[in-house]
């Protein structure tokens, strides 16, 4: 029987087990949007994963939507991440940058002067997101064009070979929760009549195209994707998910991607099989709980319901949870008035076993 303590090959990168750190946006990075020495050691702490999946990162400046968020953009972002690649490779562990462009959640004073946030439609999103100058609501983003949805994708592409360059084992594109590339998938947030928008082969389009050039940018076998069917965070309605991910999957399959990740919405464990079925590659799974996800989920790779398991609050407590599973506790309890910005406390002092 198959453990959530066994090796797996992920493409030709070799992990020690099937834990994956989930990403998790921690809004510290530095000036100029670079990861600071203060990141290196939190990744580096948690490289006992199999996986380690970063925060958010934006390949682009408009596609930040959080204060204090890293990108993967600039020269010095690039050489930033490389302390942290280095840090996590000299632990053992192995890591994947998580590209996300937040698209329409955000807002322009996230932004430098004169620059908006942007969208697949002119819909706004209900809702504030955090700036330095306390809560703002969200604004109606201006729609991009057909040439600028190219181009992003092509910032999508720079990014990824950034990462390379940084010294990522691959990227994880954030196709889920609400952001830009689940913003075009959505009916809700896309009402275009383009070649992007419509029926569910061109709300698609911006997906299977980004993981393609992706692909192309830096291989297949280090691309991946993460989706959230039916997820309504960040305000996303899709009523019915399932012709347009079954659409999606069947469309990546072919590409020989590193892995899809899975993070499930509440009571659809039964889209979460057909998906699992439809995609010969490597699973990975954040499942849906009432709370954070907790050593209970282990039984999904037993199951041969995902081939790894993401967590998320519980890997930012537990720097080594993996030994923490296996020893079955005693767990750190995650203090969420540290989650997002700060220094060190609630970031790199949980301690280990």
Same mark, same amino acid.
């Given at each position: ?37 203060l ?25 930040q939507?959080?204060?204090? +968020?890293? %990108?993967?953009?600039? *020269?010095e972002?690039?050489? !930033?991440?490389?302390?942290?690649? @280095?840090? =996590?490779h000299?632990? &053992? ?58 181009? +992003?994708? %092509?910032?999508?592409? *720079?990014?990824?070979?950034? !990462?390379?360059?940084?010294?990522? @084992?691959? =990227?994880?594109?954030? &196709? ?43 291989g ?60 010969s ?11 954070p ?23 930012l ?37």
């Open positions: 029987m198959t453990t959530a303590y066994d090796p797996i090959d992920l493409s030709g990168t070799p992990l020690a087990n099937r834990i994956v750190m989930a990403p998790m946006t921690r809004s510290r990075a530095g000036d100029g949007g670079a990861p600071t020495d990141s290196v050691e939190y990744y580096a702490q948690r490289a006992s994963a199999g996986l380690i999946v970063t925060e958010g990162v934006q390949p682009s400046v408009v596609g939507g959080y204060p204090d +968020t890293p %990108g993967l953009h600039s *020269a972002q690039i050489a !930033a991440w490389r302390k942290v690649t @280095d840090a =996590v000299a632990a &053992g562990g192995r890591i994947f940058a998580q590209l996300m462009h937040a698209g329409r959640i955000g807002h322009p004073s996230l932004l430098p002067d004169g620059l908006v946030n942007v969208g697949a439609s002119p819909v706004r999103a209900e809702g504030q997101v955090y700036t330095h100058e306390g809560p703002l609501d969200f604004v109606v983003p201006r729609e991009l064009t057909g040439d600028e949805v190219r181009a +992003t994708i %092509g910032e999508f592409a *720079a990014a990824a070979r950034g !990462a390379v360059e940084a010294g990522f @084992d691959g =990227v994880e594109l954030h &196709g889920a929760n609400g952001y830009l590339i689940h913003q075009f998938l959505a009916p809700g947030s896309n009402l275009r009549t383009d070649e992007w928008g419509g029926p569910v082969a061109n709300r698609i389009r911006f997906a299977v195209e980004t993981v393609k050039a992706v692909a192309a940018e830096i297949a076998a280090r691309t991946a994707i993460r989706l959230s069917p039916g997820n309504p965070y960040n305000d996303i309605q899709e009523p019915e998910p399932e012709p347009t991910y079954t659409a999606l999957v069947d469309a990546l399959e072919p590409l020989g991607l590193a892995y899809l990740h899975i993070t499930e919405a509440t009571e659809i464990r039964e889209l979460t099989l057909a998906l699992r079925k439809r995609f590659g490597t699973f990975i799974l954040n499942p849906a709980t009432e709370g996800t907790g050593p209970e989920s282990l039984t999904l790779v037993e199951d041969g319901v995902a081939d790894l398991v993401a967590y998320g609050q519980l890997f407590a537990n720097p080594d949870l993996p030994a923490r599973l296996k020893a079955g506790g005693p767990f750190n309890e995650a203090d969420p008035a540290t989650f997002f910005g700060g220094d060190a406390k609630g970031y790199t002092d949980y301690p280990a076993l």
